[in-house]
């Protein structure tokens, strides 16, 4: 038992503690002053490199092949991965340019270059890179370390790993060249063929009201986030949409703007040139996931209830070749036909699809296709509305605020019918901004309200959800 004479008082207690504070501050001070940084920092990564000594570590190798000679995609993955991290030691880093298939520069660590990562709240990963050379045979052998204290092994193998996996796939998605795949006939028969996708149409580019806009992406952005709702449903995890409106209203750059949205591929199938439902169904089944299929301009490109088996008839009539080349081969395909075809194929063997089909004229469609559930979207593309415009303006002349020609304009695009290619190619033809906007008022008031046969003007950009 103490008494309470040996017992310090609290006041003590306290004015020992402050001097105690006071000189260790004193002491980090003197260090800092005495001390320049780079010894400083030096000196707490001996202390650190002591400790971790101490510190049972495992390490985790990955080769560039497994052991089956295959590729190992944790290697490849953790090449991509670490390319977003930095240490402050990071010293020497691998750059190359790949011109067609990646955009930007592709990072990689050098030889013996080691990076630091952390992890659900603090674990701390260590990567290297190893490029050793062998003796024998001055063959190269290349693998990362990934070293860590052993007691997260299993939160390693289990979480981390597949983080690493799904970040490298994310990050290699969006540095990905889109690809535009269009029809080729060549003696092998008809196949796709794929170029680079560099449409530059995007959504901020687009001319379109801006509810309208943000209806159609948000409606993309809870496509691709719904995956499993699609499979607890049973559903196929598709979706179509079907944009119609006059020439020019930008159904095309559209199309464009949706894929670079969610960085998708472009599969265009021109129907005129597919002559058989064989070949569709190859086609078809040649598409990769994580893209959109289009079809373009449905009403005309071809004549589908019309395809009817004509046989020999047909083959010796060198007229009407393209009524020819969609009913020979003993085929008989409807609209519906194909879109039921559609449905059972991606239903059974794609993800992430997305199909488009546009027309200028949704009056003559036929009915299959725009009975509810068939598209999910119907979207009006209509001629160019005041807000329209001044995104036009701000894209092709610049200007951001408000110009003094703009209540006019406002007034006269109530009554005239002009597309946004029309805006878009008079704005072309000046760099003046001034004498772009007068002329265009110009060409506004000498135009006459036309009767178009497609679409009535109250109906500019309408979304229509079936
Ligand atoms: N809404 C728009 N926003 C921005 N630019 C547009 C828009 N509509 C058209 N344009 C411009 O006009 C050009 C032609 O447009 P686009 O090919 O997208 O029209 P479309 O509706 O597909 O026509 P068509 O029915 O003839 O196929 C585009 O390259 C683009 O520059
Ligand atoms: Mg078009």
Redesign the pocket.
Known sequence: MFSTKEMPSPSSLFSAFASITASVMFLQSMLHQILPQQLRDYLISVLQNLFKAHTPMLTFVFNEDNELGGLNDIYYAAGVYLETLRGPNTKRLNVSKSPKEVKGLIFRLEDGETVTDLFDGGIELHWTFVCSKSDKDSSEKRYYELSFHNKYEDKVSNSYIPFVLDRAKAIGEEKRVLKMHTLNNSYKGIGWQSINLDHPATFE????DLNKKDDIMNDLNRFVRRKELYKKVGRAWKRGYLLY?P????????VAAMANHLKFDIYDLQLANVIRDSDLRRLLLATGNRSVLVI??IDCSVDLPDRILQGEEEKKSDHHQNHDKNSIAGTFLTLSGLLNFIDGLWSSCGDERIIIF?T?HKERLDPALLRPGRMDMHIH?GYCTYE?FKQ?ASNYLEISGDHHLYGEIQGLLEEAEV???QV?EEFLKYENADSALEEFVKLLKGKKIKDDECEVKTDENTIVMV
């Open positions: 580019t687009l001319a379109m409106g020439p020019g209203t930008g159904k095309s750059s559209l373009e301009d546009t200028n593309m329209a036009l597309t946004p290619a878009a």
